[in-house]
């Protein structure tokens, strides 16, 4: 099957895209652009795997879902293109980079710049229907990612996972902890956020490791 990713990430997950899984899962996918608003835009879908290769990844945060209203999803999890307002979570995850850092607050919400030094941004399910948020869920996305998370873990060294709320941290439950790295808390919504999400040090923390281990800090 010809998946429009990016040459180092096709390679990596060449045996998922023959499975019967993503095959009906690309049939479900295509029937949905064609017939309903669905979010991202269909070139965007692999966005996140685009911006960042396989062997460039330095640290993987885990989403859930792409924000389902006009013009936020751009196939990064929790990042809003330019000129859109910034989701709640998305705010508190730039207080904590502010109360961690010292980093001031940015005018935008668009992490592709996170992306293209390492992070990858990756929802669990990569594409939604407009307005109804986890409508794509058990569809085969989860399936697809459970993958590309193992693939990082198993054949990767030193790599930071950032897994916020209880949807993650099961997500990456089987990550090897003396290979990597994993940071967990609350998720960033304001429903949990004051629950220990503020307060959690993970972006200097996730810097230190990297550091650590003879990679260059994330400028966040």
């Not at 979570?89 to 961690?100: A, V």
């Not at 058990?138 to 399936?143: A, F, K, V």
């Not at 873990?153 to 030193?158: F, G, K, P, S, V």
Request: proline share 5%; hydrophobic share 40%.
């Amino acid at each position: 099957m010809n998946v429009l990713i990016e040459e180092t990430w096709k390679r990596a997950l060449s045996d998922e895209f023959d499975k019967d899984y993503f095959v009906r899962l690309t049939d479900f996918v295509r029937q949905e652009y064609k017939s309903t608003m669905v979010y991202p835009p269909g070139k965007l879908i692999f966005n996140a795997f685009n911006l960042c290769p396989f062997d460039k990844v330095k640290v993987v945060i885990i989403g859930q879902d792409p924000y389902h209203g006009l013009g936020q999803a751009h196939g990064l999890c929790f990042s809003v293109n330019d000129g859109v307002a910034m989701p709640p979570s998305l705010q508190n995850i730039f207080k904590e980079i502010q109360n961690d850092l010292g980093i001031p607050v940015p005018s935008t919400g668009n992490l592709t710049r996170w992306a293209e030094q390492g992070v990858l941004l990756l929802n669990a399910t990569l594409t939604v229907r407009a307005h109804l948020a986890g409508s794509h869920q058990r569809r085969g996305w989860e399936e697809f990612t459970d993958a590309v998370i193992r693939k990082l873990a198993e054949e990767r060294e030193h790599l930071v996972f950032i897994l916020w709320g209880s949807y993650a941290q099961k997500k990456g439950a089987f990550i090897d902890r003396s290979r990597h790295l994993v940071l967990t808390s609350v998720h960033p919504s304001p429903l949990s956020a004051y629950n220990g999400f503020f307060g959690n040090h993970h972006f200097s923390r996730t810097n230190a490791y990297l550091q650590e281990h003879g990679e260059q800090p994330i400028a966040w």
